[in-house]
């Protein structure tokens, strides 16, 4: 899968492995701080074995497009804190699938606002070729889509 973009709003940028359905062995990374990004996709975690493993922080799926919440991460937001991983939420964008992306910036707040605060990390905006599980017009619109038409999109949604 060619990915596009990994967006980070307001400017913070994290150098790690990503590791979302297994965690890495760290003579696997090449940066200083461990983080992973996780979804439902991952079912359970087991928390207190990412924090033991080493890893620092966690951006946790909160929403895709619009209406689609990802029905674990209140749960994973509060156990990666409790197990004293920074935590921040992300949202899995659909540009090619919603034509108005303000209605998913929407989306992403009424899924992860009582997360954008102070104590959890910056939320995260994650634009990509969709799965191709996903519909195949918008996979190919994705595919075809220009950095100019994603720039336009984006600050739409979290400018």
Request: glycine residues 6%.
């Amino acid at each position: 899968m060619k990915i596009i973009a990994l967006l980070s709003i307001l400017s913070f940028y994290f150098a790690s492995v990503l590791a979302a359905s297994s965690y890495a062995d760290e003579a696997t990374c090449h940066a200083g701080v461990l983080g992973i990004d996780v979804s439902k996709n991952q079912r359970h975690i087991d928390w207190e074995k990412v924090a033991n493993g080493g890893y620092k922080f966690a951006f946790i799926k909160a929403s895709e497009g619009i209406g689609y919440p990802d029905k674990n991460f209140a749960e994973n937001i509060k156990s990666a804190s409790v197990n004293t991983l920074l935590a921040g939420p992300y949202h899995f964008a659909r540009p090619a699938a919603n034509e108005n992306p303000e209605d998913e910036a929407e989306w992403f707040l009424q899924a992860a606002g009582d997360y954008i605060k102070r104590g959890y990390l910056r939320p995260v905006l994650d634009v990509e070729i969709p799965p191709s599980s996903y519909p195949q017009a918008e996979i190919e619109q994705m595919e075809t889509m220009s950095d100019s038409d994603l720039q336009d999109w984006v600050p739409c949604v979290f400018g």
